[in-house]
């Protein structure tokens, strides 16, 4: 084989691992909302993605492994898309309007989250991303976990409340009370 052909079958593995990943991801998304987490066997799960069960264990460990990919990448483009994320700077009001517009948009996935019981979950994934930065002070720490445990709060709030308060309402509150611990 030349190295032309080596390099071909790398991409496809790559390609194909991702499809791996997405199919499962979104077939758990799906399968919580029709069910308790606690109920959703492997088994079940790899038949609704299509993938076998080793290709599951190639990827992820448990079930709690794979909703924390779940959780970490959705949030990881959340903070991609709100490109002046606080993960690197301050908040500004707009970023805040970016990021409840977001939450709006993706309502049915926090719900579907927060029913499944991953409330404190989500919280300690957002603590990690936020807290991603090297060389942070300790009390650079906790300001962030601060800002953290402040806005995943307002988020099951809100969505708990149904969305009650408009998006320029929530996002000018956070601005006005929140900016300072970022």
């Not at 199919?23 to 993938?51: H, P, Y």
């Not at 499944?116 to 002070?137: C, H, P, W």
Request: proline residues 1%.
């Amino acid at each position: 084989m030349t190295d032309k052909h080596i390099e071909g079958l790398k991409t496809y593995n790559e390609n194909l691992n991702k499809v791996v990943k997405e199919s499962l991801q979104t077939a758990l998304v799906l399968t919580m909302q029709q069910q308790d987490f606690s109920k959703i066997s492997i088994t079940d799960l790899c038949k609704k993605a299509g993938v076998s069960r080793m290709a599951f264990y190639s990827n992820y460990k448990t079930l709690d492994s794979l909703l924390e990919s779940v959780v970490r990448e959705y949030n990881s483009e959340l903070v991609v898309d709100l490109v002046s994320s606080p993960v690197k700077r301050v908040a500004t009001l707009d970023w805040y309007f970016k990021l409840f517009n977001k939450i709006k948009a993706n309502v049915n996935f926090f719900k579907t989250l927060f029913n499944a019981g991953f409330r404190d979950k989500y919280l300690s994934i957002i603590n990690n991303l936020v807290l991603q930065l090297e060389g942070m002070t300790s009390s650079r720490k906790y300001a962030r976990i601060i800002w953290a445990g402040g806005i995943v709060n307002i988020i099951i709030n809100w969505i708990d409340n149904d969305l009650d308060e408009p998006v320029e309402s929530i996002a000018k509150l956070c601005y006005e009370n929140m900016v300072e611990y970022v």
